[in-house]
């Protein structure tokens, strides 16, 4: 597979967690624990009966336990995190700050083997990241020191998955078909920490339920499978500036669904994230020109 067949694949998961609020407002009033629990069984599922149906369910029992362990919790530990940031700090603030994360996997690459991060990829990644905080951050937004471990938190969260996204680069002889058990061992940790930590809420009829079903098969499915084709064989840096298109792409969905209005300030939003995008595409064209040369 080509670097540039495997990008375009990696920019599948983006366009589907642009879908991520507009079917999580669909499947209330379900906690988040128990959203997790559900639509990680139905990802990985799936994974599963794509993995029987090419034959190559005998290339799992051969992934060492500590890949699993790998994926596991970088999945659910990025959303525990994430939801345990929302508890402990204002939504607004923690979102921003866990939104860190594609600017994260665009300085982590830097230390791979074979990548050559410039000073526009780090640029073209700050103009992007302040696009998303201009689709994040409202009015009188402020950051509370009560909040402090919140924040903290949400840092985390940003570390893991950038962590797990760099990382998984050189695990590549690792098979895409192993995240189906990364998908399946979050939703077993999940009903635990539901039990524990939420009330049970089930979807409200039929339209909540064909909620959590496109959450388990494309966000929360789909998405961290092409994710792993990106990252490993794809061009992770121009990955990492793209994926502040997810924010951008999540409010047009929600406008379109009239749950959110358009706005001025979105305008501006698409351009800056737009424009970093950009910006790290002819860096990494740039990159790839010399290193031919």
Known sequence: MTRTRATTIGFGAILLWALLALLAVGSAPVPP??????????????????????????????????????????????????????????????????????????????????????????????????????????????????????????????????????????????????????????AALSVPAHLAFEETLWPAGMRGWLAILALGLGPVGLAFYVWDIGVKKGDIQLLGVASYAAPLLSTLALILAGIANATPQLVLAALMITAGAALAAWASATGSRKVQA
Do not use: D
Request: glycine letters at 12%.
């Open 33 to 186: 624990f128990l959203l997790n629990a559900l639509t990680f069984a139905i990802g990985g599922g799936v994974g599963i009966v794509w993995t029987l149906a090419t034959g190559n369910l005998g290339t799992l029992r051969r992934v060492p336990l500590r890949v699993y362990a790998f994926g596991t919790v970088a999945l659910f530990g990025y959303h525990a995190l994430y939801f345990s940031a929302l508890r402990m700090a204002p939504a607004a603030e923690a979102s921003l700050i866990a939104y860190l994360w594609p600017l994260l996997i665009v300085l982590f690459s830097g230390l791979l083997p074979q990548e050559r991060l410039t000073g526009a990829h780090v640029t073209g990644a700050l103009i992007a990241f302040a696009g998303a905080a201009l689709i994040v951050v409202k009015p009188g937004m402020a950051l509370s020191g009560a909040a402090l471990p919140g924040y903290a938190l949400a840092l985390l969260c940003a570390i893991t998955w950038a962590g797990y996204s760099v990382l998984s680069r050189q695990l590549g002889a690792i098979p895409t078909e192993a995240v189906a058990v990364f998908c399946l061992a979050t």
